[in-house]
């Protein structure tokens, strides 16, 4: 209730009072004016006792997945809260490139209203949409704390803020590659790196000078009856076969620049075909190999790619990158090559094409995907 709106209902039961000479209604209007000034300290008292807190501060999420915001609300004060409310800020990371305008209309905005009980200590559920890929901001305002008559309102807590990872769904490119394409093998420096294969033990011997402190079987050493003697692993080498994939991040020079870059809207439409694309070559090609040498240039750090999981790693390591603003490097080498143009390619072989936004539909269509179960 408005204060306006509750003292004109005072000065008109203190008028009636007056002019019927009603001792019970000037009661009644000495007791509207006590309740009047009690409900800002009763106010000011929830505001003190009241607390909320996210339970998670990342999340990874799918898209056409629903998912919620975990919000714990606490009342530890000895009255129950008749009224708070909750505002939470929805906005994806590239949305400060655009205009006022049209970050208005990609904001989402979500509110709660709820109550508690005396001592009550909860978990809020906040649904959320998210309609478009990369890392999305979504910030948690303070609480807003009602007296009993919504006369008083007063900030409670301190702004939160939550990161939100949305993925691609689970989609294979079926992708047929060249007889002629040969497998790579990898180098001293990626052999390192291909920690995502686990190798298999062949046979336990005793330890000899030079070998790595790592490679210490522990368990083994301290069951011999010599404390003295130390063993080490043999592993079986698991070189597999696999394929180098460059991630072209620079957006072509040509008339898809001029289309991206329209609007917000058309530059997220692009990133969603993008990393879309990207993710279902990934899954694609490691239905045709055993593992992926993936790189990106700049500060990216290349990687092994085994499984959906380590695929999922990419596209988040590449989220942060434009998240951070660092520039897309188009510069690179590659068995295979996908870039912002939608393609992928082996040398001049465009192996897997994606329609851009605009000619096959509001989010494109992707060419031969089906899609498979995480």
């Given at each position: 209730m408005?204060?306006?709106?509750?003292?004109?209902?005072?000065?008109?039961?203190?008028?009636?009072?007056?002019?019927?000479?009603?001792?019970?209604?000037?009661?009644?209007?000495?007791?509207?004016l006590f309740l009047f000034?009690?409900?800002?300290?009763?106010?000011?008292?929830?505001?003190?006792?009241?607390?909320?807190?996210?339970?998670?501060?990342?999340?990874?999420?799918?898209?056409?997945?629903?998912?919620?915001?975990r919000l714990r609300a606490e009342n530890r004060g000895s009255l129950p809260i008749s009224r708070f409310l909750v505002k939470a800020d929805?906005?994806?990371?590239?949305?400060?490139?655009g205009s006022p305008f049209e970050i208005r209309l990609i904001r989402q905005h979500l509110t709660y209203i709820g109550s508690m009980d005396i001592r009550e200590d909860r978990t809020l559920l906040l649904p959320m949409f998210l309609p478009h890929l990369g890392i999305w901001n979504i910030t948690i305002y303070p609480a807003f704390v009602y007296d009993y008559f919504s006369l008083y309102r007063l900030k409670a807590g301190e702004r939160?803020?939550?990161r939100v990872y949305v993925l691609p769904d689970n989609r294979e490119a079926d992708i047929s590659l060249p007889p002629e394409m040969?497998?790579?093998?990898?180098?001293?420096?990626?052999?390192?790196?291909?920690?995502?294969?686990?190798p298999d033990i062949r046979d336990f011997r005793e330890y000899a000078p030079g070998d790595s402190i790592r490679r210490i079987h522990w368990p083994m050493s301290v069951r011999t009856a010599d404390l003295d003697q130390l063993y080490v692993r043999e592993y079986e080498e698991n070189a597999g076969s696999g394929l180098s994939?460059?991630?072209?991040?620079?957006?072509?020079?040509?008339?898809?620049?001029a289309r991206r870059n329209k609007s917000l809207r058309k530059r997220l439409l692009w990133d969603d075909e993008f990393y879309a694309g990207l993710f279902?070559?990934?899954?694609?090609?490691?239905?045709?190999?055993d593992y992926l040498f993936v790189s990106a240039g700049g500060s990216f750090r290349s990687r092994i790619v085994t499984d959906r999981e380590e695929a999922e790693r990419v596209l988040t390591d590449l989220y942060e990158l434009e998240e951070a603003g660092e520039a897309p490097q188009g510069d690179g080498s590659g068995q295979l090559v996908f870039g912002r143009d939608l393609c992928?390619?082996?040398?001049?072989?465009?192996?897997?094409?994606?329609?851009?936004?605009?000619?096959a539909g509001k989010t494109g269509r992707k060419q031969n995907a089906r899609k498979t179960n995480p």
């Open positions: 408005n204060r306006f709106f509750y003292l004109i209902i005072v000065l008109l039961t203190w008028y009636v009072a007056g002019m019927y000479r009603s001792m019970t209604i000037l009661v009644l209007t000495l007791a509207e000034f009690l409900m800002f300290p009763i106010c000011l008292y929830f505001r003190r006792h009241v607390r909320l807190s996210l339970l998670e501060t990342a999340a990874f999420i799918h898209t056409g997945e629903k998912h919620v915001i929805f906005l994806p990371h590239g949305a400060n490139q939160q803020t939550l040969p497998r790579e093998e990898l180098s001293d420096e990626n052999r390192s790196k291909k920690s995502a294969l686990p994939l460059y991630i072209n991040r620079r957006v072509p020079e040509d008339d898809t620049a279902s070559v990934l899954l694609g090609l490691l239905t045709v190999r992928l390619r082996a040398g001049d072989l465009v192996l897997y094409r994606i329609d851009p936004p605009g000619k």
